[in-house]
């Protein structure tokens, strides 16, 4: 019986602990271009919304083209009116296949990163 109840208490406290912890990072809510998407003419900027807020300082994005060149124009930002989403400018890009890397610290110090790519048809 006391097995039975030790494990019913794991799986309560599990149940409970779970949803904090994956909340406790910034991930991807959806970007701008949208992730594997074919775009019929290059975009200017890339936004990335994340579902948590971001520290300014330690996040970024780096666009690159299949050869590894940086093909954005500047740094990438946390936009000011919502710190749930970082921006980066993009050079004029002809058609290709461009990779996003990011790196985003969520304002309770968890990290995370990852990388995309979108296509471009044309310019």
């Not at 200017?44 to 666009?63: D, G, R």
Request: charged letters at 10%; hydrophobic letters at 45%.
């Amino acid at each position: 019986m006391a097995t039975r109840t030790l494990a019913a208490t794991f799986v309560l406290l599990a149940t409970l602990i779970a949803p904090c912890a994956v909340q406790a990072h910034a991930f991807i809510d959806h970007s701008n271009p949208a992730v594997g998407s074919t775009l019929p003419t290059a975009p200017k900027v890339v936004h990335i919304w994340f579902t948590q807020e971001l520290e300014p300082a330690f996040s970024w994005i780096q666009v690159t083209n299949k050869s590894g060149a940086a093909v954005n124009d500047g740094s990438s930002f946390v936009d000011a009116s919502n710190n749930q989403e970082m921006d980066i400018k993009l050079k004029p890009l002809p058609a290709g296949t461009y990779t996003v890397k990011w790196h985003a610290l969520s304002v309770d110090t968890h990290t995370t990163h990852g990388e995309f790519t979108f296509q471009v048809q044309g310019s």
